[in-house]
């Protein structure tokens, strides 16, 4: 903020407290028109700081918004003032579905503390438990501070997770995906 006044305050980032729950992948009806597509999505990220865009690992384009009527929005943004009317073909709506847990798996002796699965074929077996994750790393992960590495690396990781979140360093090891 630039001013000569005294009494003012600086600008802060506004923080949002909705996230980019639904998601859709776009793609140029003619290929010729892909740098098109790539350049609107880049303004398109610029121009409103809800929306999110991305490429996933098999090269898709995806746009998260915060819901249909927003991406519906979004969209109609990217056609008409980002890609010069370039048409897209767009997918179905995808929501992301989260739940939490409040306490540690078989707390209330209601509920068996670990859950089994069994595969069809009855020779594998999956156990499972759960607990609540600490603030602390909640808030790293949501930064950006934690990245999950290669398996070649987990070793470093686990020693990482237990040194600074106080986590198990073989239940760290052993993380797939957050």
């Keep these: 903020t ?3 006044s005294a009494t003012m305050h600086p600008f802060v980032t506004m923080k ?4 980019a729950v639904v998601q859709v992948a776009v793609e140029p009806k003619n290929a010729a028109d892909l740098p098109k597509l790539v350049e609107g999505l880049k303004r398109l990220a610029k121009s409103d700081p809800l929306v999110k865009c991305s490429t996933s690992k098999s090269g898709q384009h995806i746009i998260a918004g915060a819901g249909e009527l927003h991406l519906e929005i979004c969209l109609k943004d990217l056609r008409q003032d980002y890609m010069k009317g370039a048409d897209v073909r767009v997918s179905e ?3 992301s579905f989260g739940e939490t847990i409040d306490s540690e798996t078989g707390y209330d002796e209601k509920f068996p503390k670990v859950c ?12 499972v438990s759960a607990e609540p994750l600490k ?3 909640i808030n ?4 950006g501070e934690i990245k999950l590495v290669s398996s070649s690396e987990m070793k470093a990781f686990g020693r990482k997770l237990a040194d600074d979140y106080d986590w198990d360093i073989g239940a760290a090891r052993k993380i797939w995906t957050f």
């Design 93 to 95: 709506p995808v929501v």
């Design 135 to 137: 603030e602390k790393f």
């Design 116 to 127: 089994v699965s069994k595969s069809p074929n009855k020779h594998n077996r999956l156990y």
């Design 2 to 4: 630039l001013t000569t």
């Design 140 to 143: 790293a992960v949501d930064e």
């Design 16 to 19: 949002f407290s909705v996230a």
